[in-house]
């Protein structure tokens, strides 16, 4: 009998368990069933650890010593903020993804499941985008800084494996939005953006403003469908490349197709113009999920109008603790 192995059981890491990503997550993991018995799942907030710091990331890694982690946290702003600081967002974002994963390597983490952005995706390339097209030429200009950040910790997992034989991994969601967002108008992805922006607009009687033309194409993802699959990824996914999660390319919607949805679900009548001194960023970044629907064909996405909905009933209810400031955060 003295040879049989005793299984411990998970203690899971989320790093930036208190963003959109690690909120989802959480309620899956509390909410929904996602945690097995004898488990322990510990979320992380900026105020936790600045993970920019090593001796911070160190002493967080000793105080709850993870058997696997989640690494979710990293220094984000909107289109604007990046164009001004691509140097400031390269920066922290190759220091917390290497105090993260060093210290894990260190501390024998069995698995580590990082999140990386759509962002990263070469700007000059043809579509639909999958995953073994990531490096193939540089990421749009206006945010390069965080995208080759992003992008290293595909580099650097692919070594963690070659070296040490460690199963680290990382999945790419495309534009993700939910409950706890950052729905700043100058800061938050767009989604949440527009949802702040035609809430006040309503509440002012006055007409919505759309940064550009409104012809931009995204495929936007609910953050419980992510959470859901960083789950599956964490338990089953055997992989080092990555993996994206997102809905399929006949999905896609216009940033126009988009704000007519949060229109709907506000009940805003009034009017909307769009901006078109204002930059559009990429036009699209199309990407595939044939990998993630050959692991799993059966997934069910959220419905987009349900989705959003719910996400603007969520922001209604908690505008009052809503990121909605211009905040640097760890997300």
């Not at 997550?25 to 993970?51: N, P, R, T």
């Not at 580590?112 to 097209?133: A, G, N, Q």
């Not at 965080?146 to 910790?153: E, G, N, P, T, V």
Request: one cysteine or more.
């Amino acid at each position: 009998m003295g040879s049989e192995i005793k299984v411990v059981p998970m203690r899971v890491l989320v790093t930036g368990g208190s963003g959109l990503v690690g909120k989802a997550i959480e309620h899956v993991v509390q909410e929904e069933g996602g945690k097995l018995e004898g488990e322990e799942w510990i979320f992380l907030s900026s105020k936790d650890a600045d993970l920019v710091d090593v001796g911070q990331t160190r002493a967080v890694f000793e105080k709850y010593r993870p058997t696997h982690v989640i690494h979710l946290a990293a220094k984000v702003g909107g289109l604007y903020l990046h164009m001004k600081e691509n140097l400031h967002f390269l920066r922290d974002n190759i220091k917390i993804n290497d105090n993260v994963l060093q210290t894990a390597h260190e501390m024998g983490v069995t698995k580590i499941v990082s999140c990386l952005s759509s962002c990263i995706f070469p700007d000059k390339t043809t579509y639909p985008i999958d995953e073994t097209m990531i490096h193939n030429g540089p990421p749009h200009d206006s945010n390069f800084g965080y995208s080759h950040a992003k992008r290293m910790i595909d580099v650097q997992n692919r070594a963690y494996y070659q070296q040490y034989g460690h199963r680290y991994t990382a999945v790419i969601p495309t534009n993700v939005f939910g409950p706890y967002d950052n729905f700043s108008i100058e800061n938050g992805h767009v989604l949440s953006a527009l949802i702040n922006k035609t809430y006040t607009a309503k509440k002012e009687g006055s007409p919505v403003n759309v940064c550009g033309s409104g012809a931009p194409r995204r495929q936007f993802i609910y953050s419980l469908d992510v959470g859901r699959l960083i789950v599956w990824v964490l338990r089953e996914y055997e992989e080092i490349d990555p993996i994206i999660l997102s809905v399929g390319e006949e999905e896609e919607l216009s940033i126009k197709e988009a704000e007519d949805l949060i229109a709907k679900a506000l009940d805003f009548t009034g009017k909307i113009q769009f901006d078109t001194t204002m930059s559009d960023g990429q036009m699209k970044k199309t990407a595939s999920n044939a990998k993630l629907r050959r692991y799993r064909p059966n997934f069910t996405f959220t419905p987009l109008n349900e989705a959003i909905k719910m996400t603007c009933d969520w922001f209604v209810a908690n505008s009052d603790i809503a990121r909605t400031g211009r905040d640097h955060h760890q997300a």
